[in-house]
């Protein structure tokens, strides 16, 4: 692509450095803020430089946060105890929205995946072993997603934790609430079977 | 969506205002940008600040350009006689990709839409009709996307210009080349074969 603007074409390559945001769809968000009002950019502008400037992780968990501590760390009303590990803040926000989790969280920030480089020195997988070492924790709850990395990086973790006896639990995986079991993938349905539950305790979830 | 950290959630807000990205979409960019050099993000916020204030539009086509005088206009090789009249940078960038026309733009900066608040006076049509009262245009092409705004922009232009006798032509619409008939639409079939052109003139075309 060729511009008539040294400025736009700037603008329009970094941009598209943001994945599934290709030139013509840089193009066209670029030329879209030079239609509205000055501002408006300036606010974006700011609001990027600023985050990544200012942002902040909870010593604890490794969440995004403004505090030292984040909200869920702080809150004392939240068990400490029981810690679910996931990869990012967006299983947080996601497991929040359900109000079903009442104890501590810890971000891993990515998955142990040797394709991208990431081995477990680039996630905060010291941490949490240094935690379940100091007997802060009961029961670690895995909340990875069932990928390949998912179970290498929930394997390595319960490796070094086995020492210290420790109850080690995962998600449920079954089928979604709501879905017909014949459009159910075979794995998933299998392990509903597999992993059934006292009817009794069907009842008692919201 | 709540979010622990208010920088986040700031950088998200303003990221979901561009069209075609939501919340979701914002959010995993802005994780995204996290991940990368701190200096990653830095130079996406300036090249967008420093685009939007120092953006420049040519004073003739009225094209984004960083000259005065866009490189276009500026050419003495180009014929100013001729000028294609389009909505955007995208249409110039994509009829100088054919190295089909030497002539002059100009450049509306959108199709006249009474739903959008788009009328005549938010366009840059009258600079267009004063350079065609001064006598400096010989032939004006239409070359706006045949749409219902397009065909009123068209529309207006042409009543607007009538009186000065020029020759006003429009880009050929018709089957693309390398398509099949039995696949292309009527209205676009019928078209091309009421405006059929003498065999010898294929002949000419690259």
Do not use: W
Request: with cysteine; hydrophobic share 35%.
């Amino acid at each position: 692509m060729e511009f008539s603007s040294k400025l736009l074409e700037n603008a329009v390559n970094e941009m598209s450095q943001l994945p599934g945001i290709g030139k013509r769809t840089a193009l066209r968000l670029v030329l879209h803020l030079l239609k509205q009002p000055e501002d408006q950019t300036h606010r974006l502008a700011n609001s990027l430089n600023q985050m990544r400037t200012d942002i902040n992780f909870c010593s604890n968990c490794h969440n995004i946060s403004d505090t030292k501590l984040c909200e869920i760390c702080a809150n004392p009303n939240r068990n400490e105890k029981i810690v679910c590990v996931v990869e990012d803040i967006r299983d947080v926000m996601a497991i929040e929205n359900t109000s079903q989790f009442r104890g501590h969280y810890h971000v891993l920030g990515g998955k142990i995946s040797p394709m991208d480089g990431i081995g477990p020195g680039e996630l905060t997988i010291q941490s949490l072993v240094d935690k379940v070492k100091e007997g802060k924790i009961e029961e670690l709850i895995f909340a990875l997603s069932s990928t390949m990395e998912g179970d290498t990086t929930n394997f390595y973790i319960f490796k070094q934790i086995e020492p210290y006896h420790i109850t080690t639990t995962t998600i449920a995986r079954g089928i979604s609430v709501g879905d017909e079991l014949e459009y159910a993938d075979e794995v998933t349905l299998g392990r509903s079977i597999v992993n059934r539950i006292p009817f009794e305790n069907s009842l008692k979830s919201t």
